[in-house]
């Protein structure tokens, strides 16, 4: 009722999380944003209208928290019922308050949002759930009853994990298989320290563990654990394994030394931050006093950006095909790239590499776009400028086009399907369910709908398993 009558007209300003000065975050990998203090906590969560039936903060959330009902035990100091209830709906609240896109999804719907600004809901989420883990706040497991059935989780990622969580409180033995040596597959090994901290992870592989979760990290399907012992083993099987196929642009001198992929990189940089041994499979480029040019103009592109930024390079320049608000990625890190010294090129698309004869890469060849009709996605597609092609010096440059399915052999032969772009079919009869075409194996987040969001996936894991909980039930029931 409040968001209908006018007090949105009485409320203060938002003032957000306070962010390290830029000239200091870019010498560090540091989280950028500070977490709001108990003062600020109460002041953020005060501005909220906790509308009651237009929610819209909820509804947009794809995993449809109760925004407004935690807002407002976080105003009342209810720390520990604000965090139950979070993860009644999430089951990483402290991260999807870190990395959720909020200016697209719960505070892009703020009803408050034209009248002195969205409420930071994402900062609240994360304080409520930082908060209670440092008072000591635990999952309440004593209820839970054990049950027989056995799952085993392929991927430790938001969708591997929220579909492990569900499973566990429901009494269910998982075990979770990631080939990494810590879970949250993209969390960890993708998103960069900057934006979430690692310790995060590792905090929440200790919750997951004392709620009976077993993870076999450092365990790759396929090699290290044979699919069909799996499929032997467990009473279901749950695909939540990503999407890793690398996307090149086909380009004259793709191959030349200097020219690298976005998700390689950052795994690397990722893995010297964590303090583990450099790999062979992921080698760290030297980056110091390198002119680093990113093609691509997503959220992969912007951490690679900020990434370079903060390895020691000379300048670091995005280059975008489209205009900027066309780009895909949240406005907030473009916003934070720029405070960092990233320079910005948009309506150029890459047409070739020029390398010295090294074969080391010194230029892109761009060519200047201007906007054209749009195409089948609705998105308006660039055209190029006649006679306007120039190139742009690189020591570096970093291929951030995005991701596409990759092979995964040890799949093949159980009767599970795969769309033409080798994504996982999902739907069973309804078409809107997680089950594949094998009855016994489900599937969701990147590995079925292509790169997309954190939340998303976790959505997806979490309905995975309520689907398997349904179908143990119906079992008992005949
Ligand atoms: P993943 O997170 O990819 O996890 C899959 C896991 O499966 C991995 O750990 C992988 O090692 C494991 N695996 C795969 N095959 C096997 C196998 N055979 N055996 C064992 N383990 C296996 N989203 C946001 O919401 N906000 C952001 O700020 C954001 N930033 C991003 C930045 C980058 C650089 C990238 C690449 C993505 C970003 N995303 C962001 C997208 C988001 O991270 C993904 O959509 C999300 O992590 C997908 O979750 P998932 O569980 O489906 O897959
Ligand atoms: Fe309403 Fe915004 Fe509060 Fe959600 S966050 S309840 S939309 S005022």
Redesign the pocket.
């Known amino acids: 009722p409040a968001a209908n009558s006018r007090e949105f007209l009485k409320k203060p300003p938002r003032k957000g999380a306070e962010k390290i000065a830029a000239e200091l975050r870019k010498t560090h990998f540091a989280e950028i944003y500070r977490g709001l203090d108990c003062a600020e906590a109460s002041y953020e969560s005060s501005r909220c209208l906790y509308c009651s039936q237009k929610a819209w903060c909820n509804w947009t959330c794809p995993l449809h928290n109760h925004i407004p009902d935690f807002i407002r035990l976080a105003k009342d100091g209810k720390i520990i019922e604000a965090a139950e209830l979070c993860h009644q709906s999430s089951s990483l609240p402290e991260i999807?308050g870190r990395?959720?896109?909020q200016d697209r999804l719960c505070e892009g719907a703020c009803t408050l949002k034209n009248h002195h600004g969205s409420v930071t809901v994402g900062n609240l989420e994360r304080y409520i759930t930082d908060t209670a883990l440092t008072m000591g706040w635990r999952p309440d497991m004593s209820a839970v009853s054990p049950r027989a059935e056995r799952v085993a989780v392929?991927?430790?990622?938001?969708?591997?994990?929220?579909c492990a969580d569900i499973l566990a409180r429901a009494g269910v033995q998982v075990d979770v298989?990631?080939?990494?040596p810590e879970?949250?597959?993209?969390?960890?090994?993708?998103?960069?320290p900057f934006?979430?901290d690692k310790s995060v992870l590792s905090q929440r592989r200790e919750i997951f563990s004392d709620m009976g979760i077993r993870f076999h990290l450092n365990?790759?399907?396929?090699?290290?654990?044979s699919f069909s012992d799996l499929l032997t083993d467990y009473d279901a099987v749950f695909l939540?394994?990503?999407?890793?196929g690398l996307m090149t642009a086909g380009l004259d001198g793709e191959d030349a030394t200097g020219v690298i992929q976005?998700?390689p990189y950052?795994i690397a940089s990722t893995r010297e931050v964590m303090g583990l041994e450099e790999s062979e499979e992921y080698p760290l480029p030297q980056i110091s006093g390198k002119r680093v040019v990113v093609l691509g103009g997503?959220?992969?592109a912007?951490?690679?950006l900020r990434t370079s930024v903060r390895r020691g390079a000379a300048s670091v320049t995005c280059a975008y095909r489209r205009d900027e608000l066309s780009m895909p990625?949240?406005k907030k890190?473009v916003v934070n790239a720029r405070e960092e010294g990233v320079e910005f090129l948009f309506n150029v698309q890459p047409k070739y590499i020029s390398r010295n004869q090294k074969g080391h890469v010194t230029a892109i060849g761009l060519i200047r776009t201007e906007m054209g009709e749009p195409g089948p996605d609705g998105r308006r597609r660039p055209r190029p400028v006649a006679g306007s092609g120039f190139e742009l010096p690189a020591d570096v440059l970093i291929m951030?086009f995005g991701?596409q399915a990759?092979e995964?052999p040890?799949l093949q032969g159980h009767g599970v399907e795969l769309d033409r772009w080798g994504q996982i079919i999902t739907g069973g009869k309804g078409r809107t369910s997680t089950q594949t075409t094998h009855a016994r194996i489900y599937a969701?987040?990147?590995?079925?709908h292509g790169?997309?969001?954190?939340?998303?996936?976790?959505a997806?894991?979490r309905q995975a398993a309520r689907e398997m909980l349904a179908s143990f039930r119906l079992k008992e029931a005949v």
């Open positions: 999807c990395v959720c896109p392929i991927g430790a990622g938001p969708a591997g994990l929220g298989f990631d080939r990494h879970i949250g597959g993209l969390l960890t090994f993708g998103i960069p934006k979430l365990h790759e399907v396929g090699r290290d654990v939540g394994v990503g999407t890793y976005a998700l950052l997503g959220d992969t912007m951490d690679c990625g949240s890190e951030a991701f990759h995964m040890w969701g987040g990147d590995a079925v790169a997309d969001l954190v939340v998303t996936a976790m997806a894991g």
